[in-house]
């Protein structure tokens, strides 16, 4: 994708690494998107599958978003469909 974050953004806590968790509560029709910034109105960069492991916490959450990396890619998820490993 063109405009996913392949590298760590300035946010300050986000280059320390984090839980790695998997994601839930996700219908495997549908997605989980990977955000530019913490909230539904940021747009989305990447589509992260039902089911997926690998989701690491690279900073502080807040306001039910995490800032995060998968595969990768850097950015923001909702943090109700995230579980531990």
């Given at each position: 994708?063109?405009?996913?974050?392949?590298?760590?953004?300035?946010y300050g806590a986000a280059?320390?690494?984090g839980p790695t968790m998997?994601?839930?509560?996700?219908?495997y029709s549908d997605a989980?998107?990977?955000?530019?910034?913490?909230?539904?109105?940021?747009r989305a960069?990447?589509?992260i599958e039902p089911g997926a492991c690998g989701v690491s916490i690279r900073g502080s959450c807040a306001a039910g978003w995490c800032?995060?990396?998968y595969r990768g890619?850097?950015?923001?998820?909702n943090a109700s469909y995230l579980r531990p490993l």
């Open positions: 994708l063109p405009h996913a974050f392949r590298y760590p953004p300035p280059n320390a690494g998997c994601v839930a509560g996700v219908r989980l998107y990977l955000r530019a910034g913490p909230g539904s109105r940021h960069i990447w589509d800032p995060v990396r890619v850097y950015g923001w998820v």
